[in-house]
C-alpha cells in the first residue's frame, strides 16, 4: 500500500499540473481501489476509473499476491466509499494508516493534514489517523535537513489537540526508553505490539532513535531490533527503514539485503 499511495501521489501532483487543482486524498482513495484489486477483492467494472487508468502497479505480477492484507484496510475499501476524519467510517487506531504513509513526506502544503486526511480513508480513530500524520511531518522534517530529535518536536506541537494526546504520550515514552541504556527486545515489548497505530510508531522511533551512527551496521541493527519482537514486527520494521532512511539516505542500505529485495525495480522506479 505504501506503493500505491506513492503511486496516487504522482497522480495528484501530474493532476494539479494539468489542470491546476488536485485533492490529493480522493487521487489516493482510488489508488488504493487498484491496491484492492490487486488482493482480489474490488471486482470494479473495466470502465471503472480506479481500473481503467493506465497504473504501472495495477498489472505488476509481484503485486498480485494476497499475503495478510489488514482486514480494516479491505473492510473499508470494499465500500467503495472515501472518508474522512470528520465521517469516519470506523472507529479503528490500527497501524495499517501509519504503515503505509511514508510517501506523504513529499507532498506539497500541509504534509501532516494530507496524512492525516489519507489515513482516515480506512482508519477513523484518531490514534489511526493522527499517527500517520505524526509519522509524515517527521519524514518531511528530516527530508528537510532536520534532525529526528527536533523533526519530533515539529510533530508533537501539531499533536495539541485532545484526541492526539495517546500519540503524544506514545512517542515521549519511545524518547525516554532511547535515551535510557542499550537498545533491547524488552523494551520494546514496554511499548506495546504495534498493532494500532500509536504502539507502531512508538516502537519505530525508539528503534530509529537508540542509533546514534549513519552507517550501514547501525541500520542494520536498528531493522533487527525492529524486526524481532512478539508483535506487528514487519509494521514497525518498515516504519523504521523509513526514518533511518530519510535520515540517513540509501547509501546505509545492506547491499545484501538489496540484493534479495522482491520487486526492486518496481519500488526503484516509483
Same mark, same amino acid.
Given at each position: /500500500? %505504501?506503493?500505491?499511495?506513492?503511486?496516487?501521489?504522482?497522480? $495528484?501532483?501530474? !493532476?494539479?499540473?494539468?489542470?491546476?487543482?488536485?485533492?490529493?486524498?480522493?487521487?489516493? &482513495?482510488?489508488?488504493?481501489?487498484?491496491?484492492? @484489486? %490487486?488482493?482480489? +477483492?474490488?471486482?470494479?467494472?473495466?470502465?471503472?476509473?480506479?481500473?481503467?487508468?493506465?497504473?504501472?502497479?495495477? &498489472?505488476?505480477?509481484?503485486?498480485? &499476491? !494476497?499475503?495478510?492484507?489488514?482486514?480494516?484496510?479491505?473492510? $473499508?475499501?470494499?465500500?467503495?466509499?472515501?472518508?474522512?476524519?470528520?465521517?469516519? /467510517?470506523?472507529?479503528?487506531?490500527?497501524?495499517?494508516?501509519?504503515?503505509?504513509?511514508?510517501? /506523504?513526506?513529499?507532498?506539497?502544503?500541509?504534509?501532516?493534514?494530507?496524512?492525516?486526511?489519507?489515513?482516515?480513508? %480506512? &482508519?477513523?480513530?484518531?490514534?489511526?489517523?493522527?499517527?500517520?500524520?505524526?509519522?509524515?511531518?517527521?519524514?518531511?522534517?528530516?527530508?528537510?535537513?532536520?534532525?529526528?530529535?527536533?523533526?519530533?518536536?515539529?510533530?508533537?506541537?501539531?499533536?495539541?489537540?485532545? =484526541?492526539?494526546?495517546?500519540?503524544?504520550?506514545?512517542?515521549?515514552?519511545?524518547?525516554? /526508553?532511547?535515551? @535510557?541504556?542499550?537498545?533491547?527486545?524488552?523494551?520494546?515489548? %514496554?511499548?506495546?505490539?504495534?498493532?494500532?497505530?500509536? +504502539?507502531?510508531?512508538?516502537?519505530?522511533?525508539?528503534?530509529?532513535?537508540?542509533?546514534?551512527?549513519?552507517?550501514?551496521?547501525?541500520?542494520?541493527?536498528?531493522?533487527?531490533?525492529?524486526?524481532?519482537?512478539?508483535?506487528?514486527?514487519?509494521?514497525?520494521?518498515?516504519?523504521?527503514?523509513?526514518?533511518?532512511?530519510?535520515?540517513?539516505?540509501?547509501?546505509?542500505?545492506?547491499?545484501?539485503?538489496?540484493? +534479495?529485495?522482491?520487486?526492486?525495480?518496481?519500488? =526503484?522506479?516509483?
Amino acid at each position: /500500500m %505504501t506503493l500505491f499511495t506513492a503511486e496516487g501521489l504522482l497522480r $495528484a501532483h501530474n !493532476r494539479f499540473l494539468v489542470r491546476g487543482i488536485a485533492d490529493i486524498a480522493g487521487v489516493i &482513495h482510488y489508488a488504493y481501489l487498484r491496491w484492492l @484489486d %490487486t488482493q482480489g +477483492e474490488y471486482g470494479g467494472q473495466p470502465s471503472d476509473y480506479a481500473l481503467s487508468s493506465p497504473s504501472q502497479l495495477l &498489472h505488476a505480477p509481484e503485486l498480485r &499476491h !494476497r499475503r495478510a492484507p489488514g482486514n480494516t484496510c479491505l473492510a $473499508a475499501l470494499r465500500t467503495n466509499a472515501q472518508r474522512r476524519s470528520e465521517n469516519p /467510517m470506523n472507529n479503528s487506531k490500527g497501524c495499517g494508516a501509519v504503515m503505509r504513509t511514508s510517501p /506523504m513526506a513529499l507532498a506539497p502544503g500541509d504534509v501532516f493534514s494530507w496524512a492525516c486526511k489519507v489515513g482516515a480513508i %480506512t &482508519h477513523g480513530h484518531p490514534s489511526g489517523y493522527l499517527s500517520a500524520g505524526a509519522l509524515t511531518l517527521i519524514l518531511a522534517s528530516v527530508l528537510d535537513g532536520k534532525g529526528l530529535d527536533p523533526a519530533i518536536d515539529q510533530a508533537l506541537g501539531k499533536l495539541t489537540d485532545p =484526541d492526539g494526546q495517546e500519540v503524544v504520550k506514545s512517542i515521549q515514552r519511545a524518547r525516554v /526508553m532511547a535515551d @535510557d541504556g542499550e537498545p533491547a527486545p524488552e523494551a520494546i515489548e %514496554t511499548l506495546g505490539g504495534g498493532w494500532v497505530g500509536e +504502539e507502531a510508531l512508538s516502537i519505530a522511533l525508539y528503534c530509529s532513535l537508540a542509533e546514534k551512527e549513519g552507517s550501514t551496521d547501525a541500520f542494520r541493527r536498528a531493522l533487527l531490533l525492529a524486526s524481532n519482537h512478539s508483535g506487528d514486527s514487519d509494521s514497525t520494521a518498515a516504519l523504521t527503514g523509513n526514518l533511518l532512511g530519510a535520515a540517513w539516505g540509501a547509501s546505509v542500505l545492506p547491499a545484501d539485503w538489496l540484493d +534479495e529485495l522482491e520487486a526492486r525495480a518496481i519500488i =526503484d522506479d516509483i
